[in-house]
């Protein structure tokens, strides 16, 4: 399954630090040699002041040589360099946590500098002290007080630049630190921030072009980075579909990121199942609502930029109409979803939503439907099959207007009358899916047996 990993495409769009888990899981893959692993992450490794972690990885790669002197070098550095920059930190966090100076802080940065230099000496080049030790924290591995330090930075600093990037390291070490509640609440801030840059961009040609390539590069990453977040977060499937299908987003995915598309008809399919089962519960907005339909239209249109199992049991399914090919589709996506670093836990989930999207689309072709058969096209047993149908109609809206058969072992689907007015909407909408289905079956005629269309009107 090494030619559907994602990790090499990935890793140039994250910070290093995110590259760790991503290669340790590869590992427990076993899809590449261990060793050229091993090298990847060394070298990850020796840019960082992770000393130790480099240290052992160089002897795994290097078991019969000598540990070079530049490891002690680099490890006493590393130590002289994070107690200066801890006491220059420190200086300013005695002054801001004093609860006098907490209560004299206000929402205006500049009136709070002023106040914290009037009264206190400090000046801005002192409070980027705090930016300066949690960016060392981070490169040390601290992630929890690389978070705290950036977080006191950003509520001082007027520095723009410095607070973009003290926003992105907040953020990294909040997905280094599982915590995704938080983590959320950073990746919706810098994206308003990534947004409302790009709207307020000036309108001379030049500086345009320079800022639409800016935002595009900063939304490639936000996009990336955010696939921990959107994975891990109860809600983030339904998140990462209002933020991906969002014009900008589409625009950059499609323009810089094509194999997204992976996560995003996982998200889609994740969603479908339970929006269909419950139509009472929270509200979904309509881009949730219809994404399989709009994510089917871009992965026609980016097919050849990039197709994956995932991508084409969409396809199959959707706009060939080729249950068969779905099946076949379905059988190595359902692998390349357990072998993904972000859609591993979510592989059982995956399966069952794509079984119930089969189901919803052979339903809306056939009235009636052969149990044995459609188990079949479900990678299913003939017993597995019947318990799953039977609990699908119980969990669904198909209960009202179908009806197992079990002597025919047949599923009977009468639909109830419509007013005539309403019939004529319905037929209208679904002429173009039975003409798509009953044409495709005439294409595949001419090289495999006949495909039959039971049942379809």
Partial sequence: MAEYDLTKTIIPYLDRHFAFPLLAHVVDLSIFPAEDVAAAQYELAKGTNMVDYA??????????TEIPEEFADKREKAVSTNERLQQEAQAVLDVIENPDVVQALRQDKNQNLTYLKDNYGLTLEQITALYNFGQFQYTYGNYSGAADYLYHFRVLSTDTDLNTSAHWGKLASDILTGKWDVALEELNTLRESI????????????????????????????IHWSLFVYFNHPSGRTLLLETFLAPAYLNTIQSASPWILRYLAVAAILSRKAQQATPGGAPTSSRVRHAIREIVKIVQLEEYQYSDPVTRFLKELY????????????????????????????????????????????????????????????????????KWIVNLIRDTRMGADAKIDLEKNVIEINRPALPVYQSVIEKTRGLSIR???LGAAMVRAGTQQPATVEGAR
């Fill in 319 to 386: 706009v060939e109409f080729d249950f068969e090919a779905a099946q076949r589709e379905l059988q190595i996506a359902e692998r390349v979803v357990a072998d993904d670093f972000f859609l591993g836990e979510f592989r059982e989930e995956f399966l069952d939503n794509a079984r119930y999207l089969i189901s919803e689309a052979y339903c809306r072709i056939h009235q009636r439907i052969d149990i044995a058969d459609l188990s079949d096209r479900l990678n299913l047993s003939r017993d597995e099959g019947e």
């Fill in 55 to 64: 240290v052992n990885l160089y002897e795994q790669l290097n078991p019969d």
């Fill in 195 to 222: 947004d409302a840059r790009a709207a307020s961009a000036p309108l001379l040609p030049t500086s345009s072009h320079i800022e639409s390539l800016s935002s595009l590069h900063s939304r490639t990453w936000l």
């Fill in 435 to 437: 003409t798509q289905a």
